[in-house]
Structure formats: structure tokens, C-alpha cells
């Protein structure tokens, strides 16, 4: 099969569980108790039946339960993702608002977790055994376990207010009105707690497959071979073990992908980092339905996408692999 | 109403004592400066007209004016009105306006706007002002640009108390009429009276705003800049203070076991002033529908079981005051003469016992405002089992709280609410029969009834002298306190945190809600 039959199958497919998605998002959010009307109005501290009723309405709330779906899967069908009441502002640019700075957090823990997470994989393979492994397996034991709220506190204690090295939260230092260059950098002071943070978890995870894996391959035949033929040894780990040893890295890295939009609710909140995933907690608590809809709609597709593209890298990374669509 | 025909003049010498004692004790204010305040969650929009929730008060209040403000002992004091007359039968309010005032965008604020806003806005959009308008109001009308007269149907005490700037904020007419309101674009860009003007809203991070160059009121305000940073998490906003990154930590921002901790630091400040007007009152709403609930022995005996000194010392570090009944000692016409409750487990035993329990089981609905309502919940579980009341806790998030107290769908409920200044506001809506109704958290969720209450209720609200309601607010005390159609279990304080360097940061009934108008930063 070649790869332009094997994308569009994955394309058709990825559009059919799209629309499963959408349709049982909007069932299941209805199924929550409560709704946005009542949660403005309790919030109010006061309210009367005919201000749940111009609420009601407003939401579209009084509309049929079909018809409400209706609307929604039309607009959908236009890129149209409905239209926040409560914020007075169209869903889209409400995500696009926020899109920046949770790509910016998510992808440089993707980044740093990726890179990391396999060179220190890499290297406790290498020496496994010695005290630098031990030092390596045991640190990503810990990171893997330790609850990410706790990391994020914590962190924030120590780096921040004992040793004041890095700001605690958001995302620019407001009020200082940095430009250019300026801007890039305090923008970078701030992202290094909360990406450090939520990066660790999969850095730990990468070290620890890494490690595993290139173990195991260390051990196959066709790396007994090369050793025998005389090739050196960093060629062996570099060429033979470490390039075999990274498939179960890269379905790894597509499952983290997959979460760089929406994945980052406890770290956006602790960090008061502006992103998608507290657009979406806040819209959770509030039943906010149309933004709630909306992001996760926005970060299914972006899951769609990258578990097509993680299958794209596998004929890349190991051409034996025939994927079937 | 005793201060009836001296209104003006009355007004008139408070303004000035207020101006010879400001001048007597404070340093002359220093202009300039920028405050970072933290608000908690982040509002949902800004134009207070519509939306009347907590964070949104808070930043609007510097944006939005209404006609008076209320000082700390809830006098009415001038705002946007500059003098103010009640007639003779308590039923004419003739308010003067300002002169030279003019909304964000330069129009000037008439008596047109006010007669838009009182009569048209406010009475479709706003549930609180609503039924008094309704009710209360004969007629709103212009008498000339800067003068309005309000003519009321009966005489209403509380009319004087309805004119805070979230239950009446003057709004633009010339922005508003003959639109949609609620889809009105001007709704993103808030257009007020106000010593601030909203200059930018970064969602999810911070609202920016600048000082207002044209305010009316001359010299005034201090402050260059106000940035209200939203910082959802409790413990990064005490380590976002303790790190300088803000100045203020509004009411109920940090967790209540972290205020002694942070009042203590170098250069902190601590108030529990500014929370007059609203008095937050918890308490438990036993459902009289459910069984055994509507009994009053077993109300009773629940109230003696009920440790209420240990929630207050343990559960809110403190903070607060044990209420006696339905008012608040905070407000006017409350009464300590009322049947009082201390913990007694022994005597709770004989009640329950006397009430008829047969040991079913009570669900007591928790309230999802945070930790320290969970624990509080725990420890009256506690309390009632210790007097074998079989409890479970019910947990949900706000959303689902909210729907199952509007639809009756609990034993007993938690909740806070806020006096208004007035009982006939903001007491007699949990208390009367009229206020059984779906569908709201805040109205008569209980389902307590009686044709006696009721009647003194509604004759309170409208006796002409402050004299006649105390009276009659006096007999409801001692009667409620006797029913129990509610445990009262606090009067809540919201304690205000901030750098020593910002001053004059809370001077009324309402505090930081009523802006930063003369606040200055050392």
C-alpha cells in the first residue's frame, strides 16, 4: 500500500471518530447536573425565575434537546464552534486566545521531556548496573510516582520564594510592557517552572522505556553480529541498538503529542499559566457548554491528527513496518 | 423614617465631617503608582449591570458608580448623587446629581441616564433590583438634568440601602437604549463613571486599568494603575504575595489557614472591614418538607449538638462571630433578645430523643466552596453523630450544588448569604413563604412557612420609622430563633490582605468592591 492510500484511509477514518466524538461530548456534558444558567445566577448571590428564564434563553437552553444538538453539528460542519454567552465571545478566538501559550508550555515539556527522557534512558542503558544508572532509574521512579500538584507547590516554594531564582506564576511579568527580545526572555523565565514541571513525568517515562528497550535490543542477534564483525562500540549503540530501540519511544511520544492541547489543566492552574486546559476547567465548573465543546472538539482533532502522524514516523523511523489503514 | 425631612442637610454635614476627619488624621495621599490585586475566580464579564457575581463587583466597582455610597456604620454617603431628600411621608426621593460628570467616552452623566438605568435597564436585567422596582416603585422621573425624584407606591425603608454601586450601577444610556442589552457589543468595553477605565483583559491572565484623567471628583484617583491578576490557585496566590508579585489579597483568596500566617509577614496588613453591606451569614438549611426535619424539637436539638465556637476556632482560624438569629449583628435592626443556643450535646440528646428521631438517616449537603467547607462539614457530621443523628455527607461541584439546593433535593444544606444592608433585602428572602420557589439557591430553599412571619416581615418592610422596624424585626428575631427555619452558624469575616504601603484601601460598608477611588500607594 502506498502512503498516499494509507493517509487518505486514516483521514476518512480520523473524520468518522471526529463526529463520534462530538456527539457523545455533547450527550455527556448534558448528562452533568446543572446548568450555565443556574451556576450565573447562583454565583450572582441572587435570582429570580424570569432571569433563569432570559438566561435560559439566551444559552439556548429552552431550545429542544435535538435541536440543541442539531446546532451544534451544524456549526461544527462549518468550523462555526458556537458562541460563548457567558464570555461574550465566539468560541474559536476564545481558543485561539489561548492556544499560544499552551502550545508554548506543552510542546517545550514535549520538548525537554523527549530529549532528556531519552538521553538519560540512552545513557543508564549504557552503564546499567553502574551507580549513574541506579542514580537515573531511581530519580525517574520518583518522578513517575510523585503527584504533579505536589511538584508544582513544592517548586514553586523553593524556587521561587526561598530562592527566588524564577517567577511563580503567569505567564509574562505583567505591567512591564517588555517588548522584542525583552519579552522572549521574561516570557522564558516564566516558562521554566511550569514546563520543567509538567515535563517531568514524561521524562521519567521516556528514560525509563529507553532504558528497557535498549536493553532488550541490546541483547539480539544482529547486534552480536556487529560487535563480532569488530564494528566500535559507540557505533554499535549509537547505529545498531539506540535507532531499534527508540520504535516504543516514538508510540510514547505520540500518546504525549496528542496531549499538547488540553493536557495541561493541573500545571496551567497551579502556574496560573493563561492556556486551553483552565479555559476548559473554567468552563467545566461554570457549564459553560459551547467553550467546553469547543476545546475538547479542538483537542480530539489535535489527537486524530498526531496518532496519523505517529504512524507516518514509524515508516520513517523503521521502513519494515507495512501499516495497514 | 426618622431622618426624613433633614435628609439634605444631613447628608450634607456628613459629607463634611467626613472631609474634616480625613483631613485631620490621614498624611496628604501620594499620587501615582500601580496596585496588583489578586481576583478570585476570574469574572465573567465586566458590565456590572448584567452580572452581579463576586470577582466581577470587585474589578467593576472601579469602572461603575451608582448614586451613594454606604460608609462602615452603612450611612449613605454621596457618589454620583451629591445630596439627597426623603419627603415628609417617607415616600419622594429627590436625588441631585453631580456636576461635570462625564462617562469613559466623554458624554456627560445626566439625570436621563439615571432614569434610564433605575427604570429601564435595571427592572429588565437585574434580580435584585427587580422586585424592589416592581413592587416598591411608583414612578422615576427626571425633574432636570442634575435632579431625579423617585416616588415609591408606600413608604420602604430599605429604599435608601438599594442604591450600591453592584444592586444599582449607573449605566450608560446613550450606549444601551433601544438595544439588545444582554448581546449589546459595548459589553466587552465597560463604559462607567468611574475612577478607572478599563484599558485591557488578557483572559486568564490579568485586567488592566488606568486611571480615569476626567474623574468628576477632583484629584482623585491616586493610583495610576490597577492590574487584578487572576491566579486560580490558593497556595500560588500566597506565594505570588509573599513574592511581591501582588499587593492585595482580596477576601477569601488564600485558605483560611494561611491568613494568620500571611498577616504575620513584614510589612502586611490585615482588615476584616469592607464586608458591612454584605454581612455573610452561614448557616445549615434543614429541609422542613423531609421527615423528621420539619420538627422543631429535633431542629433544636440539632442546634445544641452543634459545636459552633470549635467551627469558628478551629474550621475559620477564628474569624468571625457566632450569630444569634437571622440578622446580623453587623447590620441594623438586629437583636441579641432572642432564645440563644451554646453547645450541649446532653440536652441536644433529649430533644432528638423527645423529637421522635427513629435514627434514619440525614444527607447534609456540602457546599463546593473549598477545603474549609469540606472540614466543616466533617466536624458537624461529627457533632450530630456524636448526638446519634445518622449523617452522609453529599459532595458535588458547584454546578450540581447549585441544582440540587434550587430543587429541594437535600436534607440539610450548607450556604452563605449576604444581608444587602437591609433585612427586608437581604434576611426575608430565606425566611417567607412568598420565596418557596424553584429554581433559585437563594430563595426560601427550606420550605419553612409561617403566616405570622410572613405578616411581620412584610409590615417591617414598610414601617414608615426606623422605630416601628426595629420592633417588628425584633419579634421575627425571637420567633426564628425559637423555629429554627435555619442553623446559623457564623458570621462570616473575609479578611483582607495586603502590603501596609497601600492606603486607604478599604473606607466603606462595601470595601475593595467599592474601588480604589481614594486609595494611594506610600
Known amino acids: 500500500m502506498n502512503l498516499a492510500q494509507f493517509l487518505a484511509g486514516r483521514l476518512v477514518k480520523g473524520i468518522i471518530v471526529l463526529f463520534a466524538i462530538a456527539v457523545l461530548n455533547f450527550l455527556l456534558i448534558r448528562a452533568a447536573p446543572g446548568d450555565p444558567a443556574q451556576v450565573l445566577a447562583g454565583e450572582a448571590g441572587a435570582a429570580d425565575a424570569q432571569l433563569l428564564e432570559q438566561l435560559r434563553a439566551r444559552f439556548g437552553l429552552d431550545q429542544p434537546f435535538l435541536t440543541q444538538l442539531w446546532i451544534y453539528l451544524k456549526g461544527y460542519l462549518t468550523f462555526d464552534l458556537g458562541f460563548s454567552y457567558r464570555q461574550q465571545q465566539p468560541v474559536l478566538s476564545l481558543i485561539m486566545e489561548r492556544l499560544p501559550a499552551t502550545l508554548l508550555l506543552t510542546g517545550a515539556a514535549f520538548i525537554v521531556s523527549l530529549v532528556v527522557g531519552t538521553a538519560m534512558g540512552a545513557l543508564a542503558a549504557r552503564r546499567a548496573g553502574k551507580w549513574s544508572d541506579s542514580l537515573i532509574t531511581t530519580l525517574a521512579l520518583a518522578f513517575y510516582a510523585t503527584p504533579l500538584f505536589w511538584i508544582a507547590l513544592m517548586s514553586q516554594i523553593v524556587f521561587a520564594l526561598k530562592l527566588g531564582l524564577v517567577p511563580n506564576v503567569g505567564y509574562e511579568t505583567i505591567g512591564a510592557n517588555y517588548t522584542g527580545l525583552a519579552r522572549a526572555l521574561d516570557i522564558a523565565h516564566h516558562l521554566i517552572l511550569p514546563s520543567l514541571t509538567l515535563g517531568l513525568f514524561f521524562t521519567a517515562l521516556y528514560a525509563r522505556m529507553m532504558r528497557a528497550s535498549m536493553l532488550e535490543v541490546a541483547g539480539a542477534d544482529f547486534v552480536k553480529t556487529a560487535r563480532a564483525k569488530g564494528v566500535s562500540q559507540a557505533r554499535v549503540w549509537r547505529r545498531h541498538v539506540a535507532r531499534n530501540a527508540i520504535l516504543p519511544v516514538v508510540t510514547l511520544a505520540g500518546l504525549q503529542a496528542g496531549q499538547l492541547v488540553g493536557g495541561a489543566v493541573l500545571t496551567e492552574t497551579v502556574f496560573a499559566w493563561p492556556g486551553i486546559g483552565r479555559l476548559m476547567f473554567d468552563a467545566l465548573v461554570q457549564r459553560d457548554y459551547s467553550v467546553l465543546l469547543g476545546v475538547f472538539f479542538v483537542s480530539s482533532a489535535m489527537v486524530v491528527c498526531f496518532n496519523i502522524a505517529t504512524d507516518l514516523v514509524y515508516r520513517i523511523v523503521d521502513p519494515r513496518i507495512e501499516a495497514h489503514a | ?522
Not at chain 2, 432636570?144 to 407606591?153: G, H
Not at chain 2, 474549609?372 to 453523630?385: D, G, H, M, P, Y
Not at chain 2, 450548607?414 to 429554581?439: H, W
Request: net charge neutral.
Open chain 2, 1 to 522: 423614617m426618622v431622618r426624613g425631612m433633614t435628609g439634605l442637610r444631613l447628608s450634607l454635614a456628613l459629607a463634611a465631617s467626613v472631609l474634616v476627619l480625613g483631613a485631620a488624621q490621614a498624611q496628604e495621599p501620594k499620587k501615582g503608582g500601580t496596585v496588583h490585586v489578586v481576583v478570585q475566580p476570574e469574572p465573567p464579564m465586566l458590565m456590572q449591570g448584567l452580572n452581579q457575581n463576586g470577582p466581577t463587583n470587585m474589578v467593576a466597582g472601579n469602572i461603575y458608580e451608582s448614586l451613594l455610597r454606604y460608609n462602615e456604620k452603612l450611612e449613605p454617603q454621596p457618589s454620583l448623587a451629591k445630596s439627597w431628600e426623603i419627603s415628609p411621608d417617607a415616600k419622594v426621593y429627590t436625588f441631585k446629581l453631580q456636576e461635570n460628570v462625564k462617562w469613559h467616552d466623554g458624554k456627560p452623566f445626566t439625570a436621563d441616564d439615571v432614569v434610564f438605568t433605575l427604570d429601564k435597564f435595571l427592572r429588565e436585567v437585574h434580580p435584585r433590583w427587580r422586585p424592589i422596582v416592581n413592587a416598591q416603585v411608583e414612578k422615576i422621573e427626571k425633574v432636570d438634568d442634575l435632579t431625579v425624584k423617585i416616588t415609591l407606591k408606600q413608604p420602604f425603608g430599605p429604599m435608601i440601602m438599594t442604591q450600591e454601586v453592584a444592586s444599582a450601577p449607573m449605566i450608560p444610556k446613550h450606549i444601551y437604549d433601544g438595544t439588545d442589552y444582554r448581546a449589546n457589543p459595548a459589553n466587552n468595553t465597560p463604559i462607567g463613571t468611574g475612577p478607572f477605565k478599563l484599558k485591557e483583559w488578557k483572559k486568564g491572565s490579568y485586567i488592566h486599568l488606568v486611571k480615569n484623567e476626567d474623574y468628576w471628583l477632583k484629584g482623585k484617583p491616586n493610583l495610576d494603575e490597577i492590574y487584578w491578576q487572576i491566579i486560580p490557585d490558593a497556595a500560588a496566590r500566597a506565594v505570588a504575595y509573599e513574592t511581591g508579585k501582588v499587593d492585595v489579597l482580596t477576601g477569601g483568596s488564600v485558605d483560611v489557614y494561611d491568613v494568620a500566617r500571611l498577616s504575620k509577614l513584614p510589612n502586611t496588613c490585615m482588615t476584616t472591614k469592607g464586608w458591612e453591606m454584605f454581612a455573610p451569614h452561614a448557616w445549615i438549611t434543614p429541609n422542613v418538607r423531609n421527615g423528621i426535619l420539619g420538627n422543631k424539637q429535633f431542629r433544636q436539638g440539632l442546634m445544641y449538638a452543634i459545636d459552633r465556637e470549635f467551627g469558628k476556632d478551629v474550621v475559620w482560624g477564628g474569624l468571625g462571630k457566632l450569630p444569634t438569629g437571622p440578622i446580623s449583628s453587623k447590620t441594623k435592626f438586629y437583636s441579641a433578645d432572642v432564645p440563644k443556643y451554646t453547645y450541649d450535646p446532653a440536652r441536644a440528646k433529649e430533644l432528638i430523643k423527645a423529637s421522635g428521631y427513629k435514627g434514619e438517616t440525614i444527607k447534609l449537603l456540602n457546599l463546593p466552596y473549598g477545603e474549609t467547607w469540606s472540614r466543616w462539614s466533617e466536624a458537624i457530621k461529627q457533632n450530630l453523630e456524636d448526638v446519634g443523628v445518622k449523617v452522609t455527607i453529599e459532595n458535588t461541584d458547584v454546578p450540581g450544588w447549585t441544582q440540587k439546593a434550587s430543587n429541594w433535593d437535600f436534607d440539610l444544606n450548607f450556604n452563605f448569604l449576604y444581608q444587602l444592608g437591609d433585612p427586608a433585602m437581604g434576611v426575608a428572602r430565606s425566611y417567607i413563604s412568598a420565596n418557596i420557589a424553584k429554581g433559585n439557591p437563594f430563595a426560601n430553599v427550606g420550605g419553612y412557612s409561617n403566616p405570622e412571619v410572613d405578616k411581620l416581615f412584610a409590615d417591617a418592610a414598610i414601617a414608615p420609622t426606623d422605630k416601628e422596624r426595629q420592633e417588628l424585626y425584633t419579634k421575627i428575631q425571637k420567633i426564628l430563633a425559637d423555629e429554627l427555619p435555619v442553623l446559623w452558624l457564623l458570621e462570616m469575616d473575609f479578611p483582607t490582605i495586603y502590603r501596609c504601603n497601600v492606603k486607604n484601601l478599604v473606607t466603606t460598608g462595601v470595601g475593595v468592591n467599592d474601588g480604589f477611588r481614594d486609595a494611594w500607594k506610600e
